[in-house]
Each structure stands twice: as structure tokens, then as C-alpha cells.
């Protein structure tokens, strides 16, 4: 019954490391459904961060397809993928990748400023999401002011901002300690109860029990793929 | 019909994205800039080194070229005084002739110089010769009551105020009855009235010079510069106390023949004219008539006792030299825009490693290439554009201290800061371009996993 947001299919990567090819995906077909919870796990090396870049548009798949939404993005070109990120992706990394100039609230609008959304409007909604992750009284400060912990929730209030279409975290509480790992994970609980799409990738089964789908990656093939009750 | 139609909507429909794009893009454009200063700030000194060559190169050539400017202005000013109209004639002593006056035990009169034949000649023989104002110039002593001062006399026609621009102060120049009639009548310049008449007016008073009396029918307006051309009769750099009487005058009362009391013993020269200025109708045949009467000079006079200035020409080699400077400027600005624009490429090829990660983030966050090239290149050029406004701002200065302590005129135009900001502005973009590229260029992947 819920629709599926982005789907890839059949879809390998190969790197050329000089005359050495090296296929890291081999043929990774996977639905994605709107409102799905979906943690990735793998041992080290497997594909997974190879994944969640041509899910996220950063990179394209050496063969297969992959739709977003709609749209199949092995058809697109670079301005064009930059304007899918932009409007329809939210990202979140491991190691948080905060504008270092950039005041928390000025991050948060990053992505409307990309959008092309007026000054007004990124404000209201980038306020909005700050309180909403509970940094409402950090708005004018910069990223080196912060703990890890608040650091990532600038992340996730900016990787809400452009209300995109699937959220993609990589190991997003990897450089956390499990107190401020627990809180981004509360987060994505309300998130995932909001109904949005979220895919997290983590090394941890405990994390992944949270999760409403759970996707294991081994040799760059889909493993197991278990939905939860 | 359909045409038409598609016509319409899509000009309606340009006008909706213009409309919602317009303020949008500005806003884009001056937090770009804002985004752009915060990190030129974030390195302060590393900047300002950087745009140091761009700040000197604007600085020396709005500094130079206003020295320059000054200068040729200064020297146009003087020939302009003397008549861009004018050729002006003098005579010259030649030099044999100094030799040979002190060895002689017998004193002998020397002749040399212009005589009124030569003037004839040119009068006649030149077509658009408007005026001749001939002059003869004799140092001596001018009395009045117990002062007195040794001044140039000249003798000259009545045209002279005009053909030289030099104004009246009060009274009148002498007329020209009283030329015919060799009156002694005397129009004495301010020097002379302010060193003679301290207290009082010096009109209808008299003056002595050699026993005789003149009167004294106006003064002249204190000149400007001391363009009057150099005295005849020895003095040379004083100041240009002068007296003018009629120039048959001063034939009838001083004679052509000259006695001058040397180291040697008594000296005599025979000068018929010392100098005569001579004015042409068209301006644009001042240089061809002033070589005719230096070919008419050559063929009347055995030596070159005799000299030929031609102001226009004097004009025109100052705005040569004027440009020669404008050249030399140009190169320097040049040599030190392309020096100031590689340490802007280098200083922004930096800056694009070190941000490789900001690039990363950015790109993942929607930006385009274009985003990234228009962030990189308004850094440089607010860079590259600051360094010229910290080079105007000098340029500027450096011109006024040098007017303050060494008294030259010197002269900034408007389109000398203009185009020195405008070129250190295109420096920005053009030494820009290539690290900006480079930036937007990078794989958003491998930028992320940069360091
Ligand atoms: N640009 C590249 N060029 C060559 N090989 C690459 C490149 N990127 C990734 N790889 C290789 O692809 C494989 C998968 O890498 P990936 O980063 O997807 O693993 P991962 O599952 O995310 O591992 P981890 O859990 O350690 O993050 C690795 O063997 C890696 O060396
Ligand atoms: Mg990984």
C-alpha cells in the first residue's frame, strides 16, 4: 500500500584503480517505500557507503538503474543531479560536515540557499528546525562551539530543511558517544514517526534493531533483507 | 495564430521567473559575497600579503601618472602663456665671441643678434603673418627718489601686453603717439612698482634711468610665472623686474651699441633687436611658418646668433613626454597586475584545497558547478578589488604628500583610480577563473573524503 520513493535496480559500481578494475556493487536491486525505516549493516569494505552515494546522487552506478522518485537519474546530468540532491536529499554524515564559517542557523539554510528560497522564508524554517532539535538557543553559533552530539542535530535540522524525500545517514552516531548517539537516534524515531524516509547505514545491531527494515550488504550483494515488525 | 500564442506564454512566463528570481539572485549574490569575506577574514594577514602586489601596482601608477599629468600641465601652462599662437625670436650671443672679447687690450664693439632687416624680411615674405611685436631688452639702473633697482628696460610696440596675455594692474600701455612721437613714457611691471613706490602710486610719477625722466602711465599685473622669456642683458634668474618704454624710445635714447663694464675692461655690443615675437593667424601653421624663419635666419646670418622658439612645438613635445610617462606607467601597472594577479591565483588555489571539504559539503547540498565557480571567483575578485581600493586610497594620498613637501603640481584624474580599480577588479576574475574551475570541478564524493 505506501509507494515506493526510490528504487534501484541490477545496479554495480566499478572503480578503475589505475589499469585494475575493481567491482565493489554487484548488481544491488532494492525498493524503497515511502515512510521506511531502513538500516544498512555490512561488514567493513562491502559497499555500503559505495550505496548511499548513488542513492544519494553524489555518484552513478557503472550499470543499472536507479529511480528517484520518478526520475531515473542515470539519465541526468551533473546540474541536474546537483538540483535533485538540493530538493529532494538530506544528508547526514559521520563526521557531521558543518560549514566551519558558517553559524549553526546559516548551515541549517544551506540547502534553501541552494534552492533559491528568499531570506525570509530559510529563516523561519531554519529557526524551526533548530528548536526542533533542540539547539534553539545556538543560533548564532558556529560549528566549533558545539559538542559532537549538537554538531550532528545541526546536521539533521539541515538535512530536513529542504523537507526532502529520503534522508540519508551514514553511520550518523559513528563519532559519538552513546548518550549523544541516543539522542540522534530519539530524533530519527520522531522522524521515522513523522513518516519520513530515512536510510541509515551502522555498524551496530542494537542501532539497527531500532530501524523498521534492516538491509545486510556482504561483497557489495544484498544479504538479507528483513522487515521488522 | 499558434505562434503567436507560444510566443506570449513563454514571455509570460520569463517575466514570472525574472520577477521571482530577480531579489532572489541578489540575495544569492551578497551572501555569496558575505561567505566570501568571512574567509578572507578567517586569514587576515595571509590576505593582505596577497593583494600587496595588486595594492602597490595601483598605488605607483595613480601616483606616477598624477606626477606625470602635473608636470605636463605645469609645462603647458608656461608655453600656453607665452602664446600657442606665438613664435617668439631672440638673439643669441655665440659663444666665439666671449672668447674673444677679453683678450683684446682695445675695447671693440661686438655686433650680433636680430636686426630689423630680418624682421622685414619675415613680415614680407611669410603669408598669415598676423602681428611682429619687435623688442629690444637693456639692463639698467631705474631711479626714483633715493631707491633704486636694476631692471630690465624693454623696448617694444604696443602689442605687446596682448600677444603674451600679460594684463595691466592699473593705467594704460603706452600708446601708439606716443611710440611715433619717442616719448618718454615708462609702464613698469609690479616688481619694479612694489621695490620703487612701497607707500605710494606710481602713476604720473618718474622714474630716472640715465639722466633721464620717464613717466610712469601704468603697471602690470604680477606674473604668474616667470614665462616672459629670460633677459637678454645678463640677469638671468632674477626676478623678472621689468620696465617697457617705446621702442623708439628706446633707440633714440640708449643707441643700438651697448657698453657693458666686464672683469676685462669696458665691453661693446651691437644688437640691433633682442627679441621679437612673431604671431600667426592659423594655429595649425605655427610649426611650418616657425621652420620657414629658421631656413630665413640660416640664409641671413653668417653664425647662429639667433635662436627660434616655437611654443606650440614646446607644447606638443610636453604632451609626448606626457604619454612617454602615460607608457611607462601602463608597463609598471601591467608588470605589477600580473604579479599581484598570480599571488591572487595562488592564494585561491589554496584556499580551494582547504575547502575541498566545503565544496564536498556543498555540492551534496545542491550546489552547481556554476555555485561554486560564482563563489570562488567573487572571493578573488573581492580580493583583487580590495587591494585596488587600498591602492587608490594611496594613490591618491601619495600625489597629495608629494604636492605638500616638495611644492610639485600634480594632477589625479578621475580615469586614472577609475581604470586602475576597474583592471585590479578584472584581475580577480581572470587569475579567478582557473582555481574556481578546479573547485567546482571536483568529485563531490572524493571532496567529502577529503580531510
Ligand atoms: N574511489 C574509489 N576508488 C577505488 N576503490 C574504492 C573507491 N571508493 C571505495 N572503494 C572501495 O570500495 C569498497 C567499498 O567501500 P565502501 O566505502 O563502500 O565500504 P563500506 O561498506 O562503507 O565500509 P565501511 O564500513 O568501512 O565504511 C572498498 O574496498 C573501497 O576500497
Ligand atoms: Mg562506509
Redesign the pocket.
Known sequence: MDSVVASVHDVTKT?L?GELA?Q?LHGISIDFYQGDYISIM?P????????MNILGCLDQPTSGSYFLGDKDTSLMNDNELSAIRGARLGFIFQSYNLIPQLTVLENIELPLFYQGHTEQHSRRIATELADRVGLGDRLHHRPFELSGGQQQRVAIARALSNDPLIILAD?PTGNLDSKSGAEILKLFDELHQQGKTLIM?T?SDELAERSQRQIR?RDGRVESDDRLS | MTDSVNHATAASALQRLTQHLRPVYWTRLRKTAEVGIKSIQAHGLRSLLTVLGIVIGVAAVISMLAVSEGASFEAQQQFRALGSNNIIIKSVKPASMEASGGSNMRPQAISYGLTYEDILTIQQTIPGISNVIPSRIIKKDVRHLGRDISTDVVGTTVDYPISRNYNLRSGRFFSADEMLAQRNVAVISDEVASALFPMTNPLGESIRIDGNYYNIVGVMEPEAYSNLGRSQAGSSNAAPTRIFIPLSAARYRFGETLVRQAASGVEMETVELHEAIIQVEDQDQVEAVGQIIEQILERRHRRVDYAVEVPLALIRQAEESALRDQIVAGAIAGISLLVGGIGIMNIMLASVTERTREIGIRRALGARKQDIVQQFLIEAVILSGVGGLIGVVIGILIPVVISLFWGMTTIVTITAPLLAFSISALIGVVFGIYPSIRAANMDP?EALRHA
Not at chain 1, 567493513?44 to 550505496?51: A, E, F, N, R
Request: glycine content about 16%; proline content about 0%; charged content about 10%.
Open positions: 572503480y584503480m575493481v565493489v555490512g567493513s569494505g562491502c559497499g555500503k557507503s559505495t550505496l553511520e547505514v555498524h550488504l | 564524493v
